[in-house]
C-alpha cells in the first residue's frame, strides 16, 4: 500500500518561499500523474499543481508564475517550489494522484504566511 509524507511547510513572511517535498513509498510511484492540494481553514480542499509522470504541468491561475511543481521518479518523490508567497496561500498542503485521489491521504504539511 502506498504511503505519502509531505513535509517541508512552515511560517514565513509575505513574499518568502518554501520547498514543499511528498515522499511515496511503494514501487508505482513513476506510472501516476502526481498533484499537490491544499486546505485553508473552513475551506474545501483545492487541487493546486499537478505534474503528468512525463513532466508536463499544470496549475490553478492563483499560483501561476510562483509555484513550481517538479518530480523525482528515482526517489519516488514530488516537489512544490512556493516563491511569492502571499497570505492567501495559508493553507496545509498534501499530495496525491490525479484526476482522482487515490491514495490514502497523508497527514500534510501547514504553510503558514504572515508577517
Known amino acids: 500500500q502506498v504511503q505519502l509524507v509531505e513535509s517541508g511547510g512552515g511560517l514565513v513572511q509575505p513574499g518568502g518561499s518554501l520547498t514543499l517535498s511528498c515522499a511515496a513509498s511503494g514501487n508505482s510511484f513513476s506510472i501516476y500523474t502526481m498533484a499537490w492540494y491544499r486546505q485553508a481553514p473552513e475551506k474545501q480542499r483545492e487541487l493546486v499543481a499537478t505534474i503528468t509522470r512525463g513532466g508536463i504541468t499544470a496549475y490553478i491561475d492563483s499560483v501561476k508564475g510562483r509555484f513550481t511543481i517538479s518530480r523525482d521518479n528515482a526517489k519516488n518523490t514530488v516537489y512544490l517550489q512556493m516563491n511569492s508567497l502571499k497570505p492567501e496561500d495559508t493553507a496545509a498542503y498534501y499530495c496525491?494522484?490525479?484526476?482522482?485521489?487515490?491514495?490514502?491521504w497523508g497527514q500534510g504539511t501547514q504553510v503558514t504566511v504572515s508577517s
Open positions: 496525491n494522484t490525479r484526476p482522482i485521489p487515490t491514495i490514502t
